[in-house]
């Protein structure tokens, strides 16, 4: 069926709570989720160019949701996957700490403080497969975000003892970018010793 013509709905069922299991594919969706996804009423939303709808599909599939409520927007030329279902979208922001409006309203990275390496580092896989770039040469991994989230990835980079550097743009843009080999053969051995659903046309330009 073609999902340009499916439109999205509303249910109850629809849950957020398979982001609780702890594990890594959880903690991968977590950080896409925080670079891409958004919470307003009750209602959670997840959003893809048009080229990335299987990443959403992916999702529907952790999440056990039926991928026929991803509806396609033209205006933008993507998709999402939009819900509401308030005790369970209430229980996850509580859970991780999330605000409305998360530009200015940055997640609390001691939520996170407790979690292994390998939990946080599927985490940050996350973050890039949604904020983050993979340069054309493979050699430099870098995030765009709002300064606020300084002190997240500042503790983020710190707990993982990885060499990015967070440098602060013009119109409040912060980037954090490394390209050195021990960053780069980090994320390769990681991502072959453990299998998520990441991007693949952003992972396999990774050299090392």
């Known amino acids: 069926k073609d999902n340009k ?3 999205s709905t509303s249910i109850p069922k ?3 709570d398979n982001l609780l299991n702890k594990s890594l594919e959880a903690y991968y969706w977590i950080g896409f989720i925080l670079a891409d996804g958004s919470f307003y009423k009750n209602t959670f939303e ?14 529907c599939k952790f999440l056990n949701i039926d991928n026929k409520i991803i509806s396609f927007r033209k205006d933008t030329k ?9 005790d369970s979208i209430n229980n996850i922001m509580t859970t991780f700490k999330i605000h409305y ?3 200015y309203n940055p997640w609390d990275f001691n939520v996170f403080e407790n979690l292994s390496n390998l939990e946080l580092t599927a985490l ?4 890039i497969d949604g904020d983050g770039s993979i340069d054309k040469s493979g050699k430099y991994i870098s995030i765009t975000t709002h300064k606020n989230w300084r002190n997240f990835y500042q503790n983020l980079i710190n707990k993982l003892n990885l060499n990015f550097h967070i440098n602060e743009r013009i119109n409040n843009v912060l980037t954090i970018s490394a390209g050195n080999k021990l960053v780069r053969e980090y994320f390769y051995n990681y991502l072959q010793n453990h299998n998520l659903p990441i991007l693949e046309r952003k992972w396999n330009r990774l050299k090392i």
């Open 101 to 103: 409006n998360k530009t």
């Open 78 to 86: 993507s998709y999402r996957l939009s819900f509401h279902n308030k």
């Open 124 to 127: 940050l896989i996350g973050i």
């Open 14 to 16: 629809y849950s957020l």
């Open 46 to 59: 997840f959003s893809l160019k048009e080229s990335d709808l299987l990443q959403i599909i992916r999702l």
């Open 5 to 7: 013509s499916i439109t």
